[in-house]
């Protein structure tokens, strides 16, 4: 009897040993787990930093140029075009040659050249003799100061001549080059390869690249951040430039563009009319011009058509309003989504 309680007494502090053991080891998982909770989840973390070009807001804006950043170029002599070196929207260089153009004037003016500077020598002898029968009282005074007179006349003659034959490298057969006045882009060319070049109209405008501004209208507390807008498409033109395009200067400095797609110019006018006339229908879009776009009421209403293009714009003038809405009209976009419906 006493052996047998002795056996149980042993059976009992075996089993509560290997309880100790067991309960040990799960109060040290416990812990590790304590410690890192992550453990066994296979998530990772990293330190944060900040963040940079976070959009706060979108505001309206337009690429521009001042008035003094486009120079007109212009012949001194109306003639006609023979060869067209550019196009629209290329880069150019100062003193690039734009187009070579002949003219009858010059040819004249040389003619001209020619006489006058017979005639001052010929007015040169006659003032030289004059002024020796004046010193010898052969002759009067007054018929030497007159042949000095005529001498005075004769130089101005063949200076103005000189002056006007040296005008934009006049050559001998009246050929004359067009060179651009500034670094920039070529924005307009109004003259066609064997078209006239009259006085009236500038054959070539250019604009100066590096004097782009942006106009916005934005809150105080937007000042510094801006979301990316549409921008005119030739701004991204990789022109061959060591700083890239337009648009690639303007993102050095976190200002960012989208292409605006314009299109044809035709197309996007078409639109914009036809929106317009459909104005106040109540089945259609319209477009609507608040009253409060001064801009766009003091320019829009009074662009002239191209005389070349008459459904085009004249693109020298004021049509900075007009580009923007052409441009909105054409980034209309209808989005459409297919949604399957169960049970049909």
């Known amino acids: 009897m006493r052996l047998r309680h002795l056996t149980t007494f042993a059976a009992c502090c075996a089993l509560t040993i290997l309880s100790a053991c067991s309960g040990g080891g799960d109060s040290g998982d416990d812990a590790q787990t304590d410690t890192d909770p992550l453990a066994g989840l296979e998530i990772t973390t990293a330190k944060a930093e900040q963040a940079q070009g976070v959009p ?5 804006g337009m690429v521009t140029l001042p008035p003094e950043a486009r120079v007109a170029v212009t012949a001194p002599f109306p003639g006609a075009a023979v060869r067209i070196f550019v196009i629209e929207g290329q880069a150019v260089r100062r003193g690039q040659p734009l187009a070579l153009v002949r003219a009858a004037e010059p040819v004249q003016i040389r003619g001209e050249l020619v006489r006058s500077q017979a005639e001052l020598g010929l007015a040169r002898s006659r003032a030289a003799r004059m002024n020796q029968l004046a010193e010898e009282g052969i002759v009067a005074q007054a018929r030497a100061d007159e042949a000095e007179a005529m001498l005075r006349q004769a130089q101005a003659s063949v200076a103005e001549n000189r002056r006007l034959a040296s005008l934009a490298g006049v050559g001998a057969d009246g050929s004359m080059t067009l060179t651009a006045p500034i670094a920039g882009r070529v924005q307009h060319v109004g003259v ?3 078209g006239p070049v009259d006085l009236m109209n500038a054959p070539f405008v250019i604009e100066n690249a590096s004097a782009y501004r942006i106009d916005l209208q934005l809150p105080e507390r937007l000042a510094q951040s801006v979301r990316p807008g549409l921008a005119d498409d030739a701004i991204f033109a990789q022109t061959g ?3 890239g395009s337009i648009a690639n200067e303007f993102q ?6 989208s292409p605006a797609k314009k299109a044809d110019r035709i197309s996007g006018w078409t639109i914009m009319r036809r929106m317009l006339a459909d104005a106040g229908k109540p089945d259609v879009p319209g477009l609507y011009i608040s009253r409060v776009c001064e801009y766009f009421w003091a320019t829009v209403p009074y662009l002239a058509r191209d005389q070349k293009r008459v459904e085009d714009v004249d693109s020298n003038g004021p049509d900075h309003a007009a580009d923007a809405v052409r441009y909105g009209c054409l980034r209309r976009e209808a989005n459409a989504k297919l949604v399957q419906i169960g049970g049909i």
């Open 56 to 60: 706060l807001g979108t505001v309206p």
């Open 192 to 194: 066609e390869t064997g």
């Open 241 to 243: 430039h060591g700083s």
């Open 252 to 257: 050095r400095e976190r200002i960012y563009f």
